[in-house]
């Protein structure tokens, strides 16, 4: 209780104010406790109802099988790049499991399915690429283009989970060590919720991979402010047919 003592003084504090005048005592009640409860009632968690796995882009070189690739050398090479299908195969496997079904391959494998698809480039993972490789699971994806964070939310709360394009860590914005701006976009991740109060978005609900240990966050929550300084604007949502 001493956590909320100076909130609690200052609401009796408005109440005794109140009582010197004519006011009921119904409407202090009112007045400093019921909309105070209100209020924190009001704060909304939206979260998918699939079950999405966390996956990491970083590789475990102690795995004999080296997680599906064919070389150490392979495998240090995506490792840095492997953004795309780490997010993916949370998204895939998370339907998979849902269906009750076996999960997708091996994350290298998956690696070189999409690379032999055309779903990569010199620039990274391409969106429709990633919906054609989730087609092969009869996951049914979409892709979106400057889009909004309110495009994200939509989708959320009609239960498709997303992979969005944003800087790493949500630095977007902020100044890089050789005193450049970093863009929005370039790092794909997956939403898997929402936090909203009083009806206004507040943040997405996150799973971060990362080659950096250190930036694998699992159901992490990141604030409006920060994505949207990283959103690149471009997503894509994924669902299936129930």
Same mark, same amino acid.
């Given at each position: ?21 004519? =006011? ?67 998204? =895939?496997?998370?339907?998979? =499991? ?57 989708? =959320? ?86």
């Amino acid at each position: 209780m001493l956590r909320y003592r100076k909130e609690i003084e200052g609401f009796l504090e408005g109440a005794l104010e109140d009582c010197k005048g004519d =006011i009921e005592i119904n409407e202090i009640i009112s007045k400093y406790f019921v909309s105070s409860v209100d209020t924190k009632e009001q704060q909304e968690i939206i979260k998918v109802s699939y079950p999405i796995p966390f996956y990491t882009q970083k590789i475990d070189f102690d795995d004999v099988n080296l997680q599906g690739f064919k070389s150490k050398q392979d495998a240090e090479h995506w490792q840095v790049r492997g953004c795309g299908i780490a997010s993916l195969k949370m998204i =895939i496997d998370g339907f998979q =499991i849902y269906r009750g079904v076996h999960l997708s391959e091996a994350y290298g494998e998956l690696v070189y399915k999409g690379f032999e698809m055309g779903a990569y480039c010199d620039r990274g993972w391409i969106h429709k690429g990633l919906v054609e490789l989730a087609k092969e699971y009869d996951i049914l994806g979409q892709t979106f283009r400057e889009s909004s964070l309110h495009a994200v939310l939509l989708e =959320i709360e009609q239960d498709r989970p997303c992979i969005t394009s944003v800087s790493v860590g949500f630095n977007g914005g902020k100044i890089n060590n050789k005193g450049e701006v970093i863009q929005a976009g370039g790092h794909l991740i997956v939403v898997i919720g929402a936090v909203k109060e009083n009806g206004e978005l507040q943040g997405f609900i996150v799973n971060h991979p990362s080659s950096n240990a250190e930036l694998n966050w699992e159901n992490h929550f990141v604030r409006v402010d920060e994505f949207k300084r990283s959103f690149s604007g471009a997503f894509m949502s994924f669902g299936i047919k129930k």
